[in-house]
């Protein structure tokens, strides 16, 4: 054996020599038996396969590219391997024998071109050489090839490394060459050999070559030249999201989604108790992620090449050879980093794809969800909470895919270069790699500290998301009430708390930024402190090599801390998601039972002629993981026939909404079941308004019928109202309707239930949100009308005459089934509440009177809303203004404030430091340089080695503080602007009318304070402080270059002149991108949010695909500004690395043709050059990474931007020179003097120089029509709205003179729309804490829900989100109990009694009657029966006063416009 191994081997031995792996062994292992391998499987792939007529066909239609695969590179790597063998024949043949292993290398690597050849003429190439198997290999075999070249590159000759490398590159080429066809071609796909890798059938990353592939050659998909148009666009105008690039079949949202769908669904069946995202993403994107690393690989070892080559550089400059070795080794340096660049770009565009799937297949997800899980396993989670998931934790889980490959990539990267530092400098590298591995446990801790600080910050985060869409929803009644500061200050608090998790984070980062950016300066310190110590000395060729793969190190090491923080985030994140992801949907189809054990499922036929069938159903609104404390529904029983008209009535809270809520399956049946057949509308007691027009409010997602949609309009008396809109049912409603007065909201709600045609209608208390007269048209037209007939009509009503209409009457009570059956039998002389009040017992004989009347008058009626009044998208001033984009660059106005906010003076020093820092670097290496020359020149030595050392470690101690500086100043800026912005931002909009929020959608604001604020908070100082260092690096590296070789200075002007055109090209398209993409973003979230409302009345009328169909169109746009932005950047990024491989070149040419002596200045120190060469290799990542990082600082500068706009918005006036005493008003008298208001200069009056006087202590009622202008009386009262001309006093005292929000807490106020917020019900009531326990006992006693409040636990219950724990009536009588508290004198009600039932009404109206003795009362009223004992009523008109005077006066007069009202109720 040992024969034969030493004439195999016979220089060397066979396995290691003592230092390293021996070169027999390297040829033997990874040369020889890979290659044999590889012939192997192409040999039996062959012979096994059996030719049919289909794969002729196939291979009949191979493209060029694919021919110049097979045919060409095999042919090139055949005459390569046998100009080797020749080479190994002339050594031999000059007496040069270097044993059999080189011959066995060189004649396998022929055998594998030569097979490679032969197999893909005779036998179908689709089955051999694209073989899935060989694939795999091949990139495998290439992988190998890059280790095999390294490890043999400093024993090789100049020529024969140059002949390797082209061995090694022709692999690597074949290796992608053939992958990239087999992903492209799909005939490739369905191959009978191979079994799809994956169950699911997943389309592997094929998009982008495919789609493009159709449209642009092979060169243009390299080079991204098919971005040319769009950047030629966006130089000459502004983008638009036509301009923007197709998106490739794979990267649109529905295929992402059936692709994350299909895995998710596997996990949830495997994994019932824990399924993971995670593992679902892994199974959906893992084997096209696999294959992106496997390029990753190949990429990261050809950045080795560049160090190595150097070395051979500098040894040959050393040496003063005047051979061409030199020439053929400059350019091979650039030569590398041009194949590195074209590498890495497409890495980068394959991942960037990848994760737009990603994020496309998440947020489809998390919408799915949204659409289908019921409010009772919604409630664990906030609202703010799942708008989180949303927009931060889809991204953050996204970033897993650079977070994975990052993970094992960089210790590889770091590995090779501690592998070639010890072929360099032996065992001395070993003292800089003490220090690296001393910091892991450090930075691990560090990252645990990380990891905690970001779970907490998070949770702060969803919570301030929370308070703010709290905030911002109920701004109105905040407004009136005078409690925006105190919001804002709870705000603030929370805001406090995130920023105190999010500095621990920031300062622990700091220090992750210290450790890892001075380990390169420490380890080249101690490496060659210990190296000269041991008493070798320093050599040019060495001390360069080792200081560039430094240099390749220092990338690696900054961004590990950064990685491991990403997927830190990541998995948090995706765990959150997993947790939301997996609640229960409790689907039941239409035709079957919702039931819960021991019950069994009703078989349809048993529930014949049954449209809806309860039996003993008890429901809670707990979700399934929390235990029920208390059934909202109990032991409830009910069935109701095909086409019968059943009123739903009780007092408030007794649970007529949630009967509703649990026939559409919203509520967790604990037992029971509850039987649907047909299909449901619903219409809720809070109207649900979707931002867009009229008609597609109405429409829904259906066909638009004329006919149908005409009477549905005339039958909830919209008509005129939209008549009366500019541009009619395609007018624009604003978000929640907010250009909408009450009932307007309420009958296209109720439209929208007509239209639909379904077989069950449920509506919600439908009829208190409009006043008499129309309310009457709605019950006879709609409800009761042809559109409905034969259709089964659930009404939750107080409505008398809409419960004298019922076929059965049901009497909820505190969640029982009271009374049951038909009107006939209802015993309406015990229910007092609904007996006909004596003073109208005439009116009422007349209610069964045809509408037409009232019909002809509603002409007359002036339909425009008392909020604002809605315009149309033809109109000339839209009430929803469009999202302003600005144009052009980034103003410098921008930087200037984001500077103001970090504080100028820790601005000054962070620049200061990171100059200092990189000054501090250059004079260590320029040092080194230094020693190298004075220990080469002579073998004396001029100072002693302790001396070097000394200076190197003072360079070394400077950069380590200018670090620690640099890092925790740039901390602490960001920190003071995050939380400045914030502060600002908030303040403003606090003190914003009222307008601006009509106008400005929710989502919009939403989005300024989450995801911009996000970017402000983590990514922009993050960004900023990667610009500075790259900077300074590249500075520092420009001054080097230019003091040793002055050449470089001829070539700086044009460089610079191609750069700055470079950037200016890409900037000017890519600024635009970043805001399309911003403006993008938004209707994903309005969308979102208004999702999350209205989720219930989605699900019921079965309008879940319709909706998920909206939200694809808006993920869609933003998928297309995202994948055009990737491709621009990537566009850039090639151009300045192959502009930085010719700067390479050209150093590297001059410093061989100054060796030569043939320039007239030259600096012929070797170390000079040495360090020019190091100081020229990483230009080329540094300059992408300064475009790169300064586009992205533009881009993320868009967000600062973004709040400065919302800095600059109308502020409420908020002056006044007159300050009150405690007890103001102390009388209560209000006069109107010829008061006008006007909500927008291009709109109507709302009030027309009304007048009026209401004298102290009175009770006032104001009514009139629809849009009569009474809610703007409150406005113009409460200064909502600044009134044109005329003025308003109370108590003598001109309302303009005293600071607003002193006015507004002076004032009482119950609003149209009851509000209470999350927290306790003590802090709901009385949340300045002015009153004790006895007090605001006794007012909830007077307001009759003293009882209700001990039930669900005392004073100190929560109240969940939106008071979703009580229902609407009883969240109506808790403000009126707020307002009492107050203890003003003067006391306004917006239509407070219109959730609450008659009985509940009328014992709020004697509340009112004694509690507020001696305060004046204004009451805006639907209901007769609320004004009818009133000292005094307003009749409005078009904003104008029709009718003064008591009510009982009034009725006796026939002629008086109040007679004429109650001539048309029925109460």
């Known amino acids: 054996m040992e024969d034969f191994f030493a004439l195999i081997c016979p220089n060397s031995p066979f396995v290691w020599n003592g230092e390293r792996f021996s070169e027999c062994f390297e040829d033997i292992v990874l040369g020889f038996a890979i290659n044999i391998v590889t012939v192997v499987m192409i040999v039996l792939l062959g012979f096994n396969q059996k030719i049919d007529q289909r794969v002729r066909r196939s291979d009949a239609q191979t493209t060029l590219p694919e021919k110049f695969v097979l045919d060409f590179i095999p042919a090139v790597g055949a005459c390569l391997s046998i100009i080797n063998i020749i080479f190994l024949w002339k ?44 694939c795999f290999w091949w990139i495998l075999k290439a992988v190998l090839a890059v280790f095999y070249l390294i490890t043999k590159f400093p024993s090789l000759e100049v020529s024969i490394c140059i002949m390797e490398s082209l061995v090694v590159l022709l692999n690597i080429s074949f290796g992608i060459a053939i992958n990239v066809i087999r992903i492209k071609r799909p005939s490739f796909k369905s191959s009978l050999l191979e079994d799809p890798l994956l169950s699911n059938g997943v389309d592997l990353e094929e998009g982008g070559y495919h789609d493009l592939g159709n449209n642009g050659s092979f060169w243009d998909l390299m080079t991204f030249k098919f971005i040319t148009p769009v950047m030629n666009h966006g130089v000459l105008k502004q983008l638009d999201s036509e301009d923007l690039l197709l998106l490739p079949d794979d990267l649109g949202p529905s295929s992402c989604h059936e692709v994350i769908l299909s895995c998710w669904e596997a996990q949830l069946s495997n994994n019932g108790s824990s399924p993971s995202l995670f593992r679902a993403l892994c199974s959906a994107y893992g084997w096209p992620y696999l294959r992106l690393g496997l390029l990753k690989v190949i990429n990261d070892c050809i950045g080795f090449a560049g160090p190595l080559l150097l070395n051979k550089l500098i040894q040959f400059l050393q040496q003063g050879s005047v051979n061409l070795d030199g020439y053929l080794l400059a350019l091979s340096l650039g030569l590398t980093s041009i194949i590195k660049s074209f590498l890495d770009t497409q890495y980068t565009f394959h991942l960037s794809k990848l994760k737009l799937k990603l994020r496309s297949s998440i947020m489809t997800l998390i919408y799915e969800k949204c659409l289908h899980v019921n409010l009772a396993e919604r409630s664990k989670f906030t609202n703010g909470e799942i708008q989180t998931f949303m927009s931060v934790d889809a991204d953050r889980t996204v970033n897993l895919c650079n977070s994975f490959h990052d993970m094992w990539s960089l210790p590889l990267q770091i590995g090779v270069a501690l592998y070639l530092l010890y072929t360099q400098v032996k065992f001395a590298f070993v003292s800089g790699l003490a220090i690296t591995i001393l910091l892991i446990p450090v930075n691990k801790w560090i990252s645990t500290l990380i990891a905690s600080a970001t779970e907490q910050m998070m949770k702060e985060k969803d919570e301030r998301i929370r308070r703010t869409g709290e905030l911002l929803t109920y701004i109105r009644t905040l407004k009136m009430y005078g409690w ?95 947790r939301f992801l997996s609640c229960p949907e409790h689907k039941f189809k239409v035709g079957e039972t919702n039931s819960c054990p021991p019950f069994p499922s009703k078989q349809p036929d048993s529930v014949q002629g049954l449209a809806v069938f309860i039996q003993d159903a008890s429901c809670t609104w707990s979700s399934s993981e929390e235990q029920a404390l208390n059934s909202v529904l109990d032991h409830v029983t009910l069935s109701v026939s095909q086409g019968c008209f059943v009123a739903v009535i009780g ?104 239209y639909h045609d379904s077989d069950v209608v449920m509506l919600d208390d439908v009829l208190s949100a409009v006043d008499v007269q129309v309310a009457q048209c709605i019950l006879h037209n709609a409800i009761l009308g042809p559109l409905m007939q034969r259709k ?62 009232s019909l002809s008058s509603k002409s007359t009626e002036q339909s425009l809303p008392d909020t604002v009044i809605m315009h149309s998208l033809e109109g000339s001033e839209e009430i929803v203004e469009v999202e302003l984009r600005k144009e052009g660059k980034v103003e410098l106005g921008v930087y200037k404030n984001y500077a103001v906010f970090t504080g100028w003076i820790i601005t000054v020093i962070i620049c200061l430091s990171a100059i200092l820092m990189q000054a501090s670097r250059n004079g260590n290496d320029l040092w080194l340089s230094y020693w190298v020359d004075t220990t080469t020149k002579s073998s004396q030595t001029r100072y002693s080695v302790s001396f070097y050392l000394v200076i190197l470690c003072l360079f070394c101690i400077m950069n380590s503080f200018f670090t620690l500086v640099r890092a925790f100043s740039f901390a602490f800026g960001g920190l003071q602007a995050a939380t400045k912005v914030h502060n600002k931002l908030l303040n403003k909009l606090i003190n914003a009318p009222v307008q601006f929020f009509d106008q400005t959608p929710g989502g919009r604001i939403l989005n300024r304070l989450s995801s911009d604020l996000y970017t402000i908070d983590d990514s922009l100082p993050f960004i900023m402080n990667i610009l500075l260092a790259n900077f300074v690096g590249l500075l520092g590296i420009a001054i080097i270059l230019c003091y040793v070789q002055v050449f470089f200075l001829l070539l700086l002007l044009p460089f610079w002149y191609i750069y700055s055109r470079l950037q200016f090209f890409y900037r000017s398209t890519s600024r635009e991108l970043r805001r399309l993409d911003s403006v993008s973003r938004s209707p994903i979230y309005t969308s979102f949010t208004e999702t999350l409302d209205g989720s219930s009345t989605i699900r019921a009328f079965k309008s879940e695909d319709f909706f998920f169909a909206k939200f694809a169109e808006h993920i869609t746009l933003y998928q297309k500004t995202s994948y055009t932005e990737i491709v621009a950047s990537l566009w850039l990024s090639l151009r300045l690395q192959l502009l930085a491989a010719f700067i390479i070149s050209f150093i590297a040419v001059m410093a061989v043709v100054g060796s030569h002596g043939s320039l007239p200045v030259n600096f012929a120190s070797p170390g000079l050059v040495g360090l020019a060469l190091s100081y020229a290799a990483p230009i080329v990542s540094l300059l992408g990474s300064f475009l790169s990082s300064f586009t992205e600082t533009e881009k993320e500068m868009v967000s600062v931007e973004r709040a400065l706009q919302y800095m600059d918005i109308p502020q409420e006036e908020q002056t006044g020179c007159l300050y009150l005493n405690t007890d103001w008003p102390n009388q209560g008298v209000i006069e109107f003097q010829y008061v006008t208001l006007k909500y927008m200069p291009s709109l109507p009056d709302a009030l027309r120089n009304l007048s009026f006087r209401i004298a102290g202590g009175t009770q006032v009622g104001i009514i009139g029509r629809t849009g009569a202008g009474k809610s703007s009386v409150l406005n113009a009262l409460f200064r909502l709205t600044p009134i ?106 917006d239509e407070c009694t219109a959730s609450v039932d008659i009985q509940t009404a009328s014992l709020l109206q004697n509340t009112i009657s004694s509690e507020c003795e001696g305060m004046t009362v204004l009451t805006i009223a639907h209901r007769i029966s609320t004004v009818i004992n009133m000292d005094s009523i307003l009749i409005l008109d078009h904003g104008k006063l029709a009718e003064q005077g008591n009510p009982q006066v009034l009725l006796k007069d026939d002629t008086s416009t109040f007679s004429s009202f109650v001539r048309a109720s029925a109460m």
């Not at 829904?700 to 009477?711: A, I, L, P, Q, V």
Request: hydrophobic share 45%; with cysteine; aromatic share 10%.
């Open 91 to 134: 050594k031999e043949h000059n007496s040069h024998f270097d044993g059999y292993h080189k011959w066995f290398y060189s004649c396998s690597e022929l055998m594998v071109w030569i097979n490679t050849i032969l197999f893909a003429k005779c036998v179908s190439s689709q089955f051999i050489v694209f073989n899935r198997v060989l």
């Open 484 to 578: 925006e500061l105190l919001f804002s200050s709870w705000l603030m608090n929370t805001r406090s708390l995130e920023i105190k998790h999010l500095a621990t984070r920031k300062y622990l980062d700091a220090w992750c930024v210290f450790f890892w950016a001075t380990t390169p300066t420490l380890f080249s310190l101690f490496t060659f402190g210990l190296f000269a110590l041991m008493g070798h000395q320093l050599d040019a060729a060495m001390v360069f090599t080792c200081l560039a793969l430094f240099n390749t190190l220092i990338s690696p090491l900054n961004s590990f801390p950064w990685v491991i923080n990403g997927l830190i985030d990541a998995i948090i994140s995706s765990r959150r998601l997993s």
């Open 651 to 754: 007092e408030v809270g007794s649970g007529k909404s949630s009967l509703l809520y649990s026939v559409l399956g919203e509520m967790r049946l604990a037992r029971g079941s509850i039987y649907s057949k047909e299909s449901i509308a619903y219409v809720p007691q809070v109207p649900w308004i979707l931002s867009g027009t009229v008609r597609d409010n109405i429409l829904f997602g259906k066909s638009y019928d004329t006919e149908r949609y005409t009477d549905t309009l005339q039958a909830c008396a919209l008509d005129v109202d939209v008549s009366l809109m500019v541009g009619g049912d395609m007018a624009y409603i604003g978000e929640k309707g907010v250009n909408l007065s009450g009932g307007q909201r309420a009958r296209l709600a109720l439209a929208r239930a007509l």
């Open 792 to 853: 089964t009509r659930l009404l939750c009503t107080h409505n008398i005459q809409a419960i004298s209409s019922a076929d059965m009457i049901v009497v909820m009570d505190k969640g029982h089934i009271k009374w049951m059956g038909r009107s006939t039998d209802f015993p309406f002389s015990s229910y007092t509440a609904f007996s006909p009040l004596n003073e109208i017992d005439s009116a009422l004989q007349n209610h069964r009177q045809s509408c037409s009347t």
């Open 1284 to 1389: 044109c001309t005329g003025s308003i006093t109370i108590d003598d005292v001109d309302i303009k003179s005293i600071p607003v929000r002193e006015l507004r807490t002076h004032l009482a106020v119950v609003p149209q729309s009851p509000f209470l917020f999350e927290g306790s019900l003590r802090d709901n009531l009385d949340p300045f804490k002015m009153n004790d326990d006895l007090k605001i006992w006794n007012a909830l006693e007077k307001c009759h829900v003293k009882e209700e409040v001990e039930e669900a636990g005392g004073l100190d219950v929560l109240v969940k989100e939106s008071g979703m724990s009580f229902s609407v009536g009883q969240r109506q009588l808790l403000c009126l109990a707020r307002a009492l508290l107050k203890s003003s004198k003067v006391l306004c009600l």
